[in-house]
């Protein structure tokens, strides 16, 4: 008799792990079909940092306008621009969705000067990322 019970409870037990188990991997799969399925449309996103400009105030504030192109296959909102790493402030209004083959210059619509950001001087080299929304990011190099 205690055989029996046994073997009730095991049976039992490994009916309730199988259900937990499929459950479990339906939930994982779900999640992980939204992953890779944003992946592939951060694939398909194609920045283009085409200019920039360097300006200067009084010799000390320095700005930069920056002009970007999507050259991808799908429209993508900017979400940061770094310059040499230092994340500069987000304008406002905010960056508008950029449609495919449009072009934008950041921050360039209210101030004549551009996006104030960290000091350089004449002649060095500067690196621009710009990022999306959906992760990715263009590098780009330029002389001030």
Same mark, same amino acid.
């Given at each position: 008799?205690?055989? %029996?019970?046994?073997?009730?409870?095991?049976?039992?037990?490994?009916?309730?792990?199988? /259900?937990?188990?499929?459950?479990?991997?339906?939930?994982?799969?779900?999640?992980?079909?939204?992953?890779?399925?944003?992946?592939?449309?951060?694939?398909?996103?194609?920045?283009?940092?085409?200019?920039?400009?360097?300006? @200067? +105030?009084?010799? /000390?504030?320095?700005?930069?306008?920056?002009?970007?192109?999507?050259?991808?296959? &799908?429209?993508? /909102?900017?979400?940061? *621009?770094? &310059?040499?790493? @230092? %994340?500069?402030?987000?304008?406002?209004?905010?960056?508008?969705?950029?449609?495919? @083959?449009?072009?934008?210059?950041?921050?360039?619509?209210?101030?004549?000067?551009?996006?104030?950001?960290?000091?350089? +001087?004449?002649?060095? +080299?500067?690196?621009?990322? *710009?990022?999306?929304?959906?992760?990715?990011?263009? /590098?780009?190099?330029?002389?001030?």
């Amino acid at each position: 008799m205690a055989n %029996l019970t046994m073997l009730i409870i095991v049976v039992f037990l490994s009916a309730l792990l199988f /259900t937990w188990a499929i459950t479990s991997f339906g939930l994982y799969q779900g999640g992980a079909g939204f992953f890779f399925s944003s992946k592939g449309l951060a694939n398909q996103e194609r920045i283009s940092i085409e200019n920039v400009y360097f300006n @200067t +105030v009084s010799g /000390t504030t320095n700005f930069y306008k920056i002009y970007v192109r999507n050259v991808g296959a &799908i429209p993508f /909102t900017i979400s940061s *621009v770094y &310059i040499n790493g @230092t %994340l500069l402030a987000t304008p406002s209004p905010p960056l508008p969705l950029l449609n495919v @083959t449009q072009s934008i210059c950041l921050n360039c619509g209210g101030s004549s000067l551009g996006w104030q950001g960290p000091t350089w +001087v004449h002649g060095n +080299v500067q690196t621009i990322k *710009v990022a999306t929304l959906r992760g990715t990011v263009a /590098t780009s190099t330029w002389v001030s």
